[in-house]
């Protein structure tokens, strides 16, 4: 894994059917030695020549002794399209390395290297298209030894040209492995239709001895010792990445927003409204997650009147629309709030998103606005208020270990009953705190 597996056999395999010519150069020689091989007798022939520092590897007359093995090959056009991917990977692996290709005597690929710390988008553009560089959504996730970095394209606009790029490299290496292919699939099934494919380009390093590379004569797939740990891993990068583009955050402070200069249209509201259905009797769970205040870049602003609303953001507004009361009333709520126990209740149809923020209801005849800041203030106030029982603590699919000075872990020490009844549970070591649940509203963020 560390080698890519490399080590000269290929070679003699290549020129025991063509004519194969290698020229190369270091630094240190004054002159440059050429290796000259073709057929099976594998008789090399070294001569010097005249060459850069470098390598020049040219293989001519493929097949030219078997042709029994040249009928096999497709057409002129299908055999450049593999090479054409091919070149496509090792550019993917490897930003620090300009690579050109040409056929024909005309350059067709021209991958510009990317310095160090540089702007890897154009040439992911040059490489991938610019399609998916307008949807690609940039990952960070790390955790331990593990380090998942990348863009996956935003679901909601992939197209089946999109879904064609699909790569992933586990330290360096271009894998098509199931378990990775599972997890991302996995973080993206509730935006994908079940005839969708994600498209992404995701580079994996982990502990070389923590990979058996051995289970695939291409080496496309590998085992993990931790599979488990691997797979949730990178479910959880990826879906947080997705949940901070496609999860709009609402705004929380109450200066008021400027009135819009007209409501549009609603074509939508005709069709099922997802909001009209009467609330539950009983307390339940609330699934809304809100999403961080940073994300990997801003969201777009929600749309009014577009068929995708209703999929992607009717069950956030019905659960913001429905907030369920607590177990249990808070033992000094403030006056100015009104009893959550009053709003659990439908609010209407939902005919419009108004300014971003405000809701545009319809009930018994009647018009009104919601503002959405105060409902998810709401939701939060009742995902977070303990009743009779503790706050449901949600366990996180890899605990976050923190480093805390002595006084941080005596504070931690003396208030961890109370932050159990707020949903979240710790254990601390010497010097460390492992964080292994949260509640539901911190479920879902990025909290590394």
């Known amino acids: ?19 194969l010519t290698l ?18 007798d594998m008789n090399v022939t070294v001569k010097p020549a005249a060459h850069p520092v470098g390598t020049t590897l040219e293989v001519l007359d493929l097949f030219y002794n078997t042709p029994a093995r040249r009928k096999f090959l ?81 679901p909601n ?9 699909q790569y992933c490299y586990v330290n360096g290496r271009m894998m098509r492995d199931r378990l990775i292919n599972h997890a991302i699939r996995q973080a993206c099934e509730d935006k994908l239709g079940a005839d969708q494919q994600p ?45 901070q583009q496609l999860e709009t955050p609402l705004p929380l402070d109450d200066e008021p927003q400027p009135a819009p200069r007209s409501i549009p249209e609603n074509r939508v509201a005709a069709g099922r409204n997802h909001f009209a259905e009467p609330a539950a009797r009983e307390p339940v769970a609330p699934r809304y997650t809100p999403a961080p ?22 069950e956030v507004y019905r659960q913001l629309l429905q907030t369920p009361a607590p177990m249990q009333k808070p033992k000094a709520p403030e006056p100015q709030e009104p009893a959550l126990a009053a709003n659990s209740q439908s609010f209407g149809r939902v005919l419009t998103i108004v300014h971003s923020d405000c809701a545009l209801l319809e009930r018994d005849g009647n018009i009104s606005l919601l503002s959405l800041p105060v409902a998810e203030r709401w939701l939060r106030q009742a995902q977070l208020t303990p009743g009779e029982a503790p706050v449901c603590a949600q366990p996180l699919l890899i605990p976050l ?39 539901l509203p911190l479920r879902q963020q990025n909290l590394q």
């Open 157 to 165: 606009h992939t197209t089946p040209a999109l879904a064609e790029i």
């Open 23 to 40: 020229t190369s150069r270091t630094a240190e020689q004054q002159e440059a030695w050429q290796a000259y091989a073709e057929g099976r």
């Open 1 to 19: 894994i560390i080698s890519l597996g490399f080590r000269g056999e290929a070679l003699a395999s290549i020129s025991s059917v063509s004519r």
């Open 293 to 314: 205040a940073s994300g990997s870049r801003p969201a777009a602003p929600w749309p009014n009147a577009q068929p995708g609303y209703q999929k992607q953001q009717g």
């Open 199 to 243: 498209a992404f380009v995701l580079y994996l390093e982990i502990d070389p001895h923590q990979v058996d590379v051995n289970v695939h004569p291409a080496k496309h797939e590998v085992r993990f010792h931790q599979s488990r740990l691997v797979h949730d891993f990178i479910y959880q990068g990826v879906l947080s990445v997705l949940q």
């Open 401 to 439: 270990r923190l480093k805390v000075s002595a006084e941080e872990k005596s504070a931690l020490e003396k208030a961890q009953s109370a932050l159990a009844e707020l949903g979240i549970d710790f254990q601390s070591d010497a010097q460390h705190v492992t964080i292994r649940a949260v509640p």
């Open 74 to 154: 497709r057409t002129e056009k299908t055999e450049f399209n593999h090479i054409d991917e091919i070149i496509r990977r090792i550019a993917l692996a490897r930003f620090d390395v300009t690579i050109n290709l040409s056929h024909n005597g005309k350059i067709v690929r021209q991958y510009r290297a990317v310095p160090e710390g540089g702007q890897k988008e154009r040439r992911l553009g040059a490489i991938c298209g610019t399609a998916f560089l307008e949807q690609a959504l940039a990952i960070e996730w790390q955790h331990g030894d593990l380090t998942l970095r990348g863009w996956v394209a935003d």
